[in-house]
């Protein structure tokens, strides 16, 4: 089993940054993909970035692109999330996901084996 816990949300002022990390322990090695979702009230998850655990290779939504970077850590069992320039759009609550599969789309959710609790984020 995999556990994925976030942190590192909070407030932040348009136009400034945060960065969230996300932990996973627990059986890790056959982990593919992990990634980070937001939902906001009202709204679907939708995506915001992915990456390759092995490869590193990563792909952010477009609403996010040239904004925020995903990257993990050399250990592969740590994934951060760096917002900068943040919008008032970006306020949602943030999850870390990870999925054993490999190809297809990533920024499906239903692909996803495992959820962290969340965090909020929350830009004024």
């Known amino acids: 089993h995999v556990q994925l816990v976030e942190s590192g949300g909070g407030s932040a002022t348009v136009g400034g940054s945060l960065r969230l990390t996300c932990e996973a322990s627990?059986?890790?090695?056959?982990?593919?993909?992990m990634g980070w979702f937001r939902q906001a009230p009202g709204k679907e998850r939708e995506g915001v970035a992915a990456?390759?655990?092995?490869?590193?290779?990563?792909d952010c939504a477009d609403s996010v692109k040239g904004r925020f970077t995903i990257s993990r850590d050399s250990a592969k069992r740590r994934v951060w999330l760096t917002m900068n320039s943040l919008k008032p759009e970006d306020t949602a609550m943030y999850y870390c996901?990870?999925?054993?599969?490999?190809?297809?789309?990533?920024?499906?959710?239903?692909?996803?084996?495992?959820w962290g609790q969340g965090t909020q984020v929350t830009v004024s």
């Open positions: 996901a990870a999925t054993r599969a490999y190809g297809g789309d990533w920024s499906n959710a239903g692909r996803y084996d495992y």
């Open positions: 627990g059986n890790t090695s056959r982990l593919r993909y």
């Open positions: 990456i390759l655990r092995a490869e590193g290779d990563a």
